[in-house]
C-alpha cells in the first residue's frame, strides 16, 4: 500500500527565505507524485506532478520539486517566499488512479 | 471552462441527524472522487466513481455513508445518522485525461 510522511506540521520562514517542504513516500510500484496547495476555506490546487521523465519538476508560482528514488523522497522548494505562499501544502502518491495525501504542512511567512 | 462545483459550502447539524452534499464534475471527467479532510489532517479518499460505476468504496462507512453518480454526471453524497467524528470537509474532485484532479471547494460540515 502507498503512503506519505510530511516532515513537519508546519515551516515559518521569512519574506525572501528559500522554502524547503519535506516528503517521503512509500509506494509498491513506480509513483507519480503530487504537490498540491490549499488555501482558507478552498479546494486543492495542483502546484506540479512527477509521472516520469526529468526527476526535477517545475511547478507554478516558482515552486519546484526532485524526484529521488534511492531517499524514496518529493521534497519542495521554492528559492524565495512571497507573502503569498502562506498556505497549506499537501505532498501525495499515487497508484493505478488513487492518490493518496500527506497529512499536510502548513507554510507561515512572516515580513 | 467551469471548475468542479460543490454544495453546500456549509452546513451545521446536530448528531443523528442527515446531510446530503452535491457535486458538479467539470465536463468530460469520467472520473469522480469524494474526499474527506478532518482538520489537521490530509483529504483521506471516501469513494471513486468511473462514470456510474464505483471504482473503490473500501473506505466508505457503509452503515452511515452513502454515494452515487447517476447518469454519470452529478454526484450526492450522504451521511445518515451523522456523528460528531464526521464533523469534516468533503471534498469533490474530478480527473482529467492528463491524470490530474481538480477538486470543488469543499462543503464544510459541523456536527454539534
Known amino acids: 500500500a502507498q503512503s506519505v510522511t510530511q516532515l513537519g506540521s508546519h515551516v515559518s520562514v521569512s519574506e525572501g527565505a528559500l522554502v524547503l517542504l519535506r516528503c517521503n513516500y512509500s509506494?509498491?510500484?513506480?509513483?507519480?507524485l503530487f504537490w498540491y496547495v490549499q488555501y482558507p476555506n478552498q479546494g486543492l490546487q495542483l502546484l506540479l506532478k512527477?509521472?516520469?521523465?526529468?526527476?526535477l519538476v517545475k511547478g507554478i508560482n516558482g515552486f519546484e520539486a526532485e524526484f529521488k528514488k534511492s531517499e524514496t523522497s518529493f521534497h519542495l522548494t521554492k528559492p524565495s517566499a512571497h507573502m503569498s505562499d502562506a498556505a497549506e501544502y499537501f505532498c501525495?502518491?499515487?497508484?493505478?488512479?488513487?492518490?493518496?495525501f500527506g497529512k499536510g504542512t502548513m507554510l507561515l511567512v512572516s515580513p | 471552462e467551469a471548475g468542479v462545483a460543490q454544495s453546500p459550502r456549509y452546513k451545521i447539524i446536530e448528531k443523528r441527524q442527515s446531510v446530503a452534499f452535491w457535486c458538479n464534475p467539470i465536463?468530460?471527467?469520467?472520473?469522480l472522487y469524494w474526499y474527506q479532510q478532518i482538520l489537521g489532517q490530509g483529504p483521506k479518499l471516501l469513494i471513486q466513481f468511473q462514470n456510474n460505476g464505483v471504482v473503490d468504496d473500501s473506505q466508505l462507512p457503509k452503515d452511515r455513508f452513502s454515494a452515487e453518480r447517476l447518469k454519470g454526471v452529478d454526484s450526492t453524497l450522504k451521511i445518515q445518522p451523522a456523528k460528531l467524528e464526521d464533523s469534516a470537509v468533503y471534498l469533490c474532485a474530478t480527473q482529467a485525461g492528463t491524470g490530474e484532479l481538480f477538486f470543488g471547494e469543499g462543503s464544510r460540515l459541523t456536527v454539534l
Open positions: 509506494s509498491s510500484v513506480p509513483p507519480y
Open positions: 465536463s468530460g471527467h469520467a472520473t
Open positions: 501525495a502518491v499515487s497508484e493505478a488512479s488513487t492518490l493518496t
Open positions: 512527477y509521472t516520469t521523465g526529468a526527476t
